[in-house]
Every structure is written in C-alpha cells, then in structure tokens.
C-alpha cells in the first residue's frame, strides 16, 4: 500500500490530518524510510493554512499566517515568495496609537509602575498562581490593567486571575535586541520576524514571506511526492491502543494495523478518539477560543496607523484589527484594501450565531473610531469562523497541560502534534520544526524497534547560532 | 532512506533534500539563509543547516543534479583565473600558492603522479608544471566541459568526469589535491573513498577548504558568509568533521590546520553590500579583482591563522601502506 522500495516492514505510520504538521509529519518519515498514510477528512488537503481569492480580486487565508524566509527555504519555494516590506502594530490608548514595543515604553507611570513591581518580585520568591498576576509582576499593575489583561481577557474569553501564568510567554528575543531587529528592518525594508519562531533563534536575516497562492501553496509543497499515500475523506473514528501503546485506527469504518499514530486532531477531541485507556482524559477539559473574523473591504489603503491595532478598552468587541496589505499590497486590488477585524468568543453563543449580515455591520460600528467614514469606503465583506482559533490556558487545566507538554499524550507511539494537537500557541514555523523533531524520534525508535518511546526530549539550544 | 525531490516553484530550481553525509541522518538546525548574491543564477532561497550530532555543515535542501549547467554560469571564475582578467591579484597568489603547493610535494619522486580533482581551468596544475620538477607526470579531473577545455588550452591532461566515473589506474598516484572541491561536490566520502582507491598506499591527498570555525564565519555566518557560495557549495567543514570525513574513507590525518585566505572576507563583505544594493562603485571594492581589499584580509586573517584560526583549512591525509581497502 504505501511501502515502497528500501521502506522498513512494518505497517505504515497512520497520520491524522493533512495540515502543516500531518504533512510534516509524512515527510519526515517517509525521508526516514518509515512507511506512511496519511487520513485527511476534508475534501482537500491543506488544514488551517489554506488560502482564498475571490473574483474581485481580494485574497485571504483562514486566520493570519506567518512563514519567514528560513520556512520557505526549507521547502524551497523561495523563489515564489515575495518579501513583507514592513510589519508593526500599535496599541490603542484613549484616543493615541501607542507603537510596539517604543511606543509602550514611553509611558513614564507604566514604567514607575513596571520597576516597582519588579523590585518587589526580587523578594517575593512564590510563584504566581495566575495570569494577572503573572503580568502584574512583569509589567507592573499600571500595563497589566490598562493594556496586557483587558487584551488577554478578550482574546481568551475568561478572566485573567482564571487563567495559568504560563499564558505570559516572555519576549524570547529580550527588549535591546528586539528594538535592534525593528531598527534592521526598516533599514533593509524587511519585515524581521521578532518572537514568531520559539524552536529557532530570532535572527536579522529571517523575515516574513508570503507565498504566491497564499499559505496553501505552503501545504501543496509538502505534499509534493506525498500523492500516493493520502487518503482523503477519511474520517478517523477510533484510535486503538492496546497494552498503552497506539496499534491502528478505524476509518470510515474499517479497521488498519498503524506501528504508530501521528495526531493533529484538537487535543480536548483525541480523548474521544482513542479507545483502550483512559489516560487522555483530562485533554476533554481543554478550551479552545473560538473566533470569527471579518474581512471589510474598502476604497482606499493606509487606514490604519499601522498594520495590526490592538484595541484594549472595553467599549470595542473587537479586540484587534489588522490591515494586512500595509504589509503585503497583493492581497487587495490596487486601491483598495481589507481590515480584518476579530472577535473572540465560544462556538454556538449569541455571537457566534449571528449571520454574517449581522457581524458585518457590527464590525462596521466597531471600525468606525479608527476609521471614521468607513461606510462610505465600504465595498463588501466576508467572515470567516473558526471554532478552534486559540488554545485557552485556564487554571483549573494547567497541571494536565504541563503533562502533555513535557511528557506527551501518555500512550506509547502516539504523538498529538501541531498548534491544536499541541494545544500552544504555535506559528507556522513552529509546527514545521517541533512536529520534525518529534517524529524523527519517532521514526527512530521505529527503526530501532525499541520498546519505551518518548517523543519528548530536552530542547537543544540553538542561542548563539545566529547574528 | 530516501530521496525527496522538490519541482522548480516559478524561476526556482529543482531542490532536493539531503541529510548529514557523516551521520547519514537529518537532524539539524538551520544556521543561514541566502541567496545566490555572486552570480545571481536563480531566484531561489538556500538554507544552511548544521547537524545536531556531528556539527558538520550543509546545504538543505540543494540544487539537484540536474540544475549543474544553471548553477555555474559560463562566466564562473574556476573557469578562467587567467593573468589576462584578474592582472596583479593573479600574479600574487600564483606565487604564494606556489610555495605552499611545492611545501605539499616535498619528498615526491622525480616521476611522481600528480592528480589535481576539481581542476577548474588547471591553475594549480600549472603552477606545479612551472615551479615543479619536469619529470612529475600531472593529471586533472573535472565534471565541467568548459574547465576541461580551458585546462587542455594550457595543455594539460584533464580528465572529464568525477573521481567516481574516470576509470583511473588503482592505487597509481602519489600525490592528490583536492583544492576548493570538496565543498562543492554532492557526495564528498564518495570522492575521498574515489581518491584512496586512486592512491598508492602511503600516497598523500591536500584538501583544502572553507573553515566554519573561522571569524569570518562567526561575523557573517547568518548570511552573508562568503564560504557559503550560495547554491555551490553544499558541504562545509570545521577540524573536526573534516577528520570525521577522512577517516570514514580510511585515510589518516598526517597534518590539519588552518592557512591564511582573504577571499571568504571580502566576499562576505560584498555579499552583504549587494543584500543591501549597495552602489555598484563599492560592491567593487569587494572582489577577486581588488588588490587593496584582499591584502588588508591577507593581514587580518595572518593574525587569525596564527591562533589556528585561519578562514581556509588544510589537511593532509595519507593513504595507510599498510590497508589495501577504505573501510
């Protein structure tokens, strides 16, 4: 079926999901010689990455995408990737557009507010039990109430003392540096991809790119020489574990032997999936924020002060709106241009059951502080709605999210892998490099016919490898 | 194990993905990114990557074999160092190379066999015509139609093909050099194990090569590297994986160290001046052609080679007399 010559004898690797990381995943292992097949339940492949445009020449991709230059390079499709020239973001304070990070740092009694709290956390060795209190310390209460918790809250749906401290994931690249990358930019006019990569250092020479075909053409990279072991509309309905160990699946009814399972399937959904054990089943308790987003196309470019406005007061129901061809002109005709406007909220409530019709003219009152005539520059619009659009790290769950991060779903040969499957805030190029290493492992230990796999192993540093 | 190939995107080349050639695995982190800033021979983007177990560095994925004609340009400058194009810098480093090559001959026979692989236009072969002794008998070897024939206008004996594919007489030469080649070549233990069987046991092979623990590297190794070469060289070296890769073809290692080079400097520098277009007058400040450029580096890089640190490294293996077979 999917052995081909110099592949090892054992049944293939079952890889649930045709997204980034199953086909990832694939690659990965089928490089390695190791037999694969991948289920996909849709219709086409792609997952969460796949792109639009419509007839009046306006793109768009299911949620915002991020791919650098290293990413493309990786697959080699350079060539048909076009630079982001620039990429900022500002924050709305009263009536002031606050830029990121300069901008927030020039706020004299945030910063009093910021130094005293750090000064008090030099003898306040506990831990913080909370997310607002996570950011109170590291920002000081003046940031962390006016600016961070109200955008937390909004962007997770629950109060910032429900949720883990871990939502706070420091600036990996530390201030100095991520001022020096913003100062590289503009000088080279690149878009520095600052914190959109954990796995791989922040580096000068790693900006965004935007695929021609939009992020999709990402997923048909992938799956290039993949075509002979992807099996589509195949809806995975149980995963069979025997003796604590992933043995094969059934699909669309019938059952396949697998020598492992490599799952992107939204974490709280695998315990559901799995059969035999129950020790997935703290995962059911995992929230995932559900989102909608609504594209307004307009007359004109440039609305925004800058791509990405984050909107911290109250009176707002959105909590960010972007202007994406301030970054990459090509999604939008000459002329005219597209704000995203995102809401946050949980699949099947009041908002999520609106029409669009309803979301559109919500949308358009919520833009209208930003940009005043907005109606009359109003051409159509679109929404799209994701149920899974964030994962949500509340308290309660914490203890189990630790474990799956550091231990892994608990069943031997089962990986949960990509932003779902990991339950992380993960972007493109992290999915592309955790899934790879993981499944290296995995496919290792196939190859050596081990017994005891774990797909977790201590992170490598790759510090200094860069600038 | 197995080969997966990438089609052309747009202007692209076909790319295919390789893994370690010590560790015959993938498992490494990216280290650069780039583009072809000497020669501009595609729009593609390359990576660079180093692997986690061995440290060796490569290119990931590279051009597939296919893309060879597109990759080195007619105007590539293996092809013809010749006095006509590049005057003084030619003339210099004719006679420094000179003394290190005939260094690397000491103790040959009047009628040694001499094989240069990766000849390019013969330049060093050449040299060891001039300033060597008459009766060495001088042979090269060269994939590339336009370096054999530039190497036979200076009538040499030039072999067209790889170490792998000329069917040379085993165990035959005294001497190989394998100067600026082995980073360039897809398979590099295929032609260190195609050069031991070539050699008489106790026959020497020289490498020479860009040194990824060099300065150079550590300033500019993001991207502008000049060692990288981007797309053509798809391996490079540091002490200890250039040893890893002689003893996998069962050579012993009679020297290593690192010798002096200004050529990765400058063309550091200039790949980042063409990153940022800069203007055309200053770009060519940066070149084989710039005799003030390449001397102030010749300076740096002597202090660096002093504390082994030198931006080219330079082996001498040695075919055991005593094993008849590479491992």
Same mark, same amino acid.
């Given at each position: 079926m999917s052995s081909r010559p110099g592949s090892k004898s054992f049944p293939p690797v079952a890889v649930v999901g045709g997204g980034v990381a199953g086909l990832t995943a694939a690659r990965a292992l089928r490089e390695r010689g190791v037999p694969v097949r991948i289920y996909e339940v849709?219709?086409?492949?792609?997952g969460l990455a796949c792109s639009f445009r419509d007839d009046e020449g306006f793109s768009f991709d299911f949620g915002a995408h991020f791919v650098t230059n290293r990413l493309a390079a990786a697959l080699g499709m350079g060539a048909v990737c076009r630079t982001v020239q620039r990429y900022g973001e500002v924050v709305r304070v009263g009536d002031r557009f606050r830029s990121y990070p300069l901008g927030l740092l020039a706020s004299p009694r945030h910063d009093v507010s910021a130094a005293v709290a750090r000064a008090r956390a030099l003898f306040d060795a506990t831990a913080p039990q909370s997310a607002a209190e996570a950011f109170r310390r590291e920002y000081g209460p003046a940031f962390a109430d006016e600016i961070a918790l109200p955008l937390v809250e909004a962007w997770s749906g629950v109060a910032a003392d429900q949720?883990?401290?871990?939502?706070?994931?420091?600036?990996?690249?530390?201030i100095v540096r991520t001022l020096l990358m913003c100062a590289v930019g503009r000088l080279t006019h690149r878009a520095i991809a600052i914190g959109?990569?954990?796995e791989q250092p922040t580096s000068p020479h790693v900006w965004h790119v935007y695929p021609e075909g939009g992020t999709g053409a990402l997923c048909a990279r992938l799956a290039e020489g993949l075509e002979d072991v992807v099996e589509l509309?195949?809806?995975?309905e149980r995963i069979h574990v025997v003796d604590g160990r992933a043995v094969g699946l059934r699909v669309n009814g019938r059952d396949v032997e697998a020598s492992a399972v490599v799952s992107t399937a939204p974490i709280h959904v695998l315990p559901r999936l799995?059969?035999?054990?129950?020790?997935?089943?703290?995962?059911?308790?995992f929230q995932f924020r559900a989102m909608t987003f609504c594209n307004l196309h307009l007359r004109g470019?440039?609305?925004?002060?800058?791509v990405v406005v984050w909107l911290p007061?109250?009176?707002?129901?959105?909590?960010r709106v972007t202007e994406a061809t301030q970054s990459?002109?090509?999604?939008?005709?000459?002329?005219k241009t597209t704000l995203t406007v995102d809401v946050g909220c949980r699949a099947g409530d009041e908002w999520w059951r609106l029409d669009d019709a309803a979301i559109v003219e919500a949308s358009l009152d919520d833009v209208r502080p930003l940009v005043p005539d907005v109606r009359e520059r109003f051409l159509g619009a679109r929404v799209l709605r994701t149920p899974i659009a964030y994962p949500v790290f509340l308290r309660d769950y914490e203890a189990a999210r630790r474990r799956l991060v550091d231990k892994?779903?608990?069943?031997?040969r089962l990986l949960s892998v990509g932003r779902n499957g990991e339950f992380d805030h993960l972007l493109m190029e992290d999915v592309y490099y955790r899934t790879l290493h993981r499944v290296r492992r995995l496919a290792d230990e196939l190859c050596a016919g081990g017994?005891?796999?774990?797909d977790r192993e201590p992170r490598a540093s790759t510090a200094d490898a860069w600038l | 194990m197995q080969t997966l190939r990438w089609a052309p995107a747009g202007d692209g080349l076909e790319m295919e993905k390789v893994v370690?050639?010590?560790? %015959?695995?993938d498992d490494a982190d990216p280290v650069a990114v780039g583009e072809d800033?000497?020669?501009?021979?595609?729009p593609e983007v390359f990576r660079a990557v180093r692997c986690r177990r061995c440290s060796l560095v490569y290119l990931d994925p590279r051009p597939a074999a296919s893309e060879v004609s597109r990759i080195y340009p007619?105007?590539?400058?293996a092809y013809d160092f010749s006095a006509e194009s590049f005057g003084l810098v030619h003339a210099v480093r004719r006679r420094l190379e000179a003394r290190r090559m005939l260094s690397w001959c000491?103790?040959?026979?009047?009628?040694a066999r001499i094989l240069d692989v990766?000849?390019?236009? %013969?330049f060093h072969l050449g040299i060891l015509r001039e300033f060597?002794?008459?009766?060495w008998r001088l042979e090269g070897i060269d994939p590339d139609p336009r370096a054999v024939e530039a190497g036979q206008r200076r009538g040499l004996t030039v072999h067209q093909g790889t170490i792998q594919t000329v069917q040379l007489p085993p165990s035959s030469f005294d001497l190989a050099l394998l100067i600026m080649t082995i980073e360039h070549v897809d398979d590099p233990i295929g032609v260190l194990d195609g050069i031991f069987a070539a050699l008489r046991p106790g026959g020497r092979c020289v490498i020479v090569t860009d040194n990824v623990e060099s300065p150079d590297f550590r300033v500019? %190794?993001?991207?502008?590297? %000049?060692?990288?070469h981007f797309p053509r060289h798809f391996t490079l070296f540091g002490k200890q994986t250039l040893r890893a890769a002689a003893a996998r073809a069962g050579f012993e290692v009679a020297s290593l160290r690192t010798i002096v080079s200004p050529v990765n400097w400058v063309y550091s520098i200039r790949n980042l001046l063409v990153d940022v277009h800069a203007p055309e007058w200053m770009v060519e400040r940066?070149?084989?052609?710039a005799p003030g450029a390449l001397a102030a580096f010749t300076l740096l890089d002597m202090a660096n080679a002093r504390v082994g640190r030198g931006a080219v490294l330079n082996a001498i293996l040695r075919r055991p007399a005593t094993v008849t077979e590479a491992p």
């Amino acid at each position: 079926m999917s052995s081909r010559p110099g592949s090892k004898s054992f049944p293939p690797v079952a890889v649930v999901g045709g997204g980034v990381a199953g086909l990832t995943a694939a690659r990965a292992l089928r490089e390695r010689g190791v037999p694969v097949r991948i289920y996909e339940v849709g219709p086409q492949l792609a997952g969460l990455a796949c792109s639009f445009r419509d007839d009046e020449g306006f793109s768009f991709d299911f949620g915002a995408h991020f791919v650098t230059n290293r990413l493309a390079a990786a697959l080699g499709m350079g060539a048909v990737c076009r630079t982001v020239q620039r990429y900022g973001e500002v924050v709305r304070v009263g009536d002031r557009f606050r830029s990121y990070p300069l901008g927030l740092l020039a706020s004299p009694r945030h910063d009093v507010s910021a130094a005293v709290a750090r000064a008090r956390a030099l003898f306040d060795a506990t831990a913080p039990q909370s997310a607002a209190e996570a950011f109170r310390r590291e920002y000081g209460p003046a940031f962390a109430d006016e600016i961070a918790l109200p955008l937390v809250e909004a962007w997770s749906g629950v109060a910032a003392d429900q949720l883990a401290p871990s939502v706070l994931q420091k600036l990996p690249t530390g201030i100095v540096r991520t001022l020096l990358m913003c100062a590289v930019g503009r000088l080279t006019h690149r878009a520095i991809a600052i914190g959109y990569c954990r796995e791989q250092p922040t580096s000068p020479h790693v900006w965004h790119v935007y695929p021609e075909g939009g992020t999709g053409a990402l997923c048909a990279r992938l799956a290039e020489g993949l075509e002979d072991v992807v099996e589509l509309q195949a809806r995975v309905e149980r995963i069979h574990v025997v003796d604590g160990r992933a043995v094969g699946l059934r699909v669309n009814g019938r059952d396949v032997e697998a020598s492992a399972v490599v799952s992107t399937a939204p974490i709280h959904v695998l315990p559901r999936l799995v059969e035999g054990t129950d020790i997935l089943a703290d995962f059911t308790a995992f929230q995932f924020r559900a989102m909608t987003f609504c594209n307004l196309h307009l007359r004109g470019r440039g609305l925004l002060p800058d791509v990405v406005v984050w909107l911290p007061e109250r009176d707002f129901r959105t909590f960010r709106v972007t202007e994406a061809t301030q970054s990459m002109p090509w999604l939008a005709p000459e002329g005219k241009t597209t704000l995203t406007v995102d809401v946050g909220c949980r699949a099947g409530d009041e908002w999520w059951r609106l029409d669009d019709a309803a979301i559109v003219e919500a949308s358009l009152d919520d833009v209208r502080p930003l940009v005043p005539d907005v109606r009359e520059r109003f051409l159509g619009a679109r929404v799209l709605r994701t149920p899974i659009a964030y994962p949500v790290f509340l308290r309660d769950y914490e203890a189990a999210r630790r474990r799956l991060v550091d231990k892994g779903t608990g069943v031997d040969r089962l990986l949960s892998v990509g932003r779902n499957g990991e339950f992380d805030h993960l972007l493109m190029e992290d999915v592309y490099y955790r899934t790879l290493h993981r499944v290296r492992r995995l496919a290792d230990e196939l190859c050596a016919g081990g017994r005891g796999f774990s797909d977790r192993e201590p992170r490598a540093s790759t510090a200094d490898a860069w600038l | 194990m197995q080969t997966l190939r990438w089609a052309p995107a747009g202007d692209g080349l076909e790319m295919e993905k390789v893994v370690c050639c010590l560790c %015959g695995i993938d498992d490494a982190d990216p280290v650069a990114v780039g583009e072809d800033f000497e020669y501009h021979t595609s729009p593609e983007v390359f990576r660079a990557v180093r692997c986690r177990r061995c440290s060796l560095v490569y290119l990931d994925p590279r051009p597939a074999a296919s893309e060879v004609s597109r990759i080195y340009p007619a105007d590539y400058h293996a092809y013809d160092f010749s006095a006509e194009s590049f005057g003084l810098v030619h003339a210099v480093r004719r006679r420094l190379e000179a003394r290190r090559m005939l260094s690397w001959c000491e103790g040959l026979g009047p009628e040694a066999r001499i094989l240069d692989v990766g000849c390019g236009d %013969g330049f060093h072969l050449g040299i060891l015509r001039e300033f060597g002794r008459p009766g060495w008998r001088l042979e090269g070897i060269d994939p590339d139609p336009r370096a054999v024939e530039a190497g036979q206008r200076r009538g040499l004996t030039v072999h067209q093909g790889t170490i792998q594919t000329v069917q040379l007489p085993p165990s035959s030469f005294d001497l190989a050099l394998l100067i600026m080649t082995i980073e360039h070549v897809d398979d590099p233990i295929g032609v260190l194990d195609g050069i031991f069987a070539a050699l008489r046991p106790g026959g020497r092979c020289v490498i020479v090569t860009d040194n990824v623990e060099s300065p150079d590297f550590r300033v500019f %190794g993001g991207r502008h590297w %000049g060692g990288y070469h981007f797309p053509r060289h798809f391996t490079l070296f540091g002490k200890q994986t250039l040893r890893a890769a002689a003893a996998r073809a069962g050579f012993e290692v009679a020297s290593l160290r690192t010798i002096v080079s200004p050529v990765n400097w400058v063309y550091s520098i200039r790949n980042l001046l063409v990153d940022v277009h800069a203007p055309e007058w200053m770009v060519e400040r940066f070149s084989l052609r710039a005799p003030g450029a390449l001397a102030a580096f010749t300076l740096l890089d002597m202090a660096n080679a002093r504390v082994g640190r030198g931006a080219v490294l330079n082996a001498i293996l040695r075919r055991p007399a005593t094993v008849t077979e590479a491992p």
